[in-house]
């Protein structure tokens, strides 16, 4: 199927015309939306949108047929407008600090994962996070992508970088351009990065599909993952991210995994450990929601239970998420009439996973103290 240049989609209330592989849109009225679902196959792009479109991305459509121009996607009775599917578990890197704990290679078939994007595509998700695991190894990682950008969705990949300097995924990344490219940064030397990953040959792999994917001109971010392994390498990793012209986030407090396991917790730097902002709430169940490689989805990637099989419920299984993500916030356990709570950086979710792992309190309580004497 051809590519669509452009796509009117609605999103949390308000209408967009987004143009894929680029990070700009424009929000515009409903009546103009309206009117553009009501064209005839054969239309030409109205003059507003021709106009919009010239000034907004450089791109001439002016007297082009609309229907092989402009995708217009419905409107949803659900309000959601990002998800995340996470195509397998399995991955090339044995990461210290991979909260995924046991790196399954399962996932649904072709038939079931085209319709869980159609069912994604239903909710209203405009934007979707592909993750896994290594999402480019997935054995259907090229179909999965195609299919989503031409149901309208505007992708970001999660990767570790190491297939980018594949011509094929070039070639695919190049052609239909995604939103963005989010690597993880897991070191500036061989050393630490292979350490960290417990892959040799690692860090060799990251830097050539870094340099390869940059050259191609797609839009790229760095994750930087601070470790105890890695921790003296900060400055170096912040230079290469600002030698690229290329921006990039830090994560430095390491959690529990899925399961609660605790093996990743040692990997803590200590000296980063961050205190984190007050949680006051979130989207996660409410416009934002998760698939694991299963067709399970849940609130985010660390509420994962309960989960709702949308292999089994389609996309109406997805009314229930809002009245989970509410009960799961709810303080429990030893939070519950914590006088303290209104000020905790720390989510129910991921309190849980914490508490699963055994871990020290003052991880994952920034009021160790004060509760202490509190209590």
Known sequence: MTMHQLIASPFLGDYLVVRPGFPNGMKIPRDKYLSLTQTTPDATCPAWLAKAALESWGL?????????TLLVRSESSFGFGRASYELNLGCNYDCEHCYLGLKRFEGLSWPDRERLLHILRDAGVLWLQLTGGEPMIDRLFSEVYQLAGELGMLCTILSNGSRLSSPKMLDLLTSRRPHRITLSVYGATAESYDG????????????????????????????????????HEVDQMKALADSLGIPMDEYV????????????????????????????????????????????ASICKVGRDPQISLMDEGVDGLRDLTT?????????GGCTGCALSGTCGTCMPLVTLYRKAKAPLA????????RETTT
């Open 253 to 296: 407090n390491m959690v529990p995994t899925i399961y609660g396991g605790a093996e990743t917790l040692p990997s803590q730097s200590a000296a980063h450990l961050r205190k984190r902002r007050p949680f006051t709430g979130c989207n996660a169940g409410h416009t934002f929601f998760h698939v694991d490689p299963h067709g399970m």
């Open 363 to 370: 991880t994952y309580c920034q009021h160790k103290e004060r």
């Open 196 to 231: 960290l990953t417990r892959r040799k040959g690692a860090f060799r792999m990251f830097i050539k599909g870094l340099y390869s994917a940059h050259e191609a001109g797609l839009p790229l971010a760095l994750s930087m993952i601070v470790t105890e392994r890695n921790a």
């Open 60 to 68: 001439d459509i002016a007297d082009r047929p609309l229907a092989r």
């Open 324 to 332: 989970i993500a509410d009960g799961l916030v709810l303080r429990q």
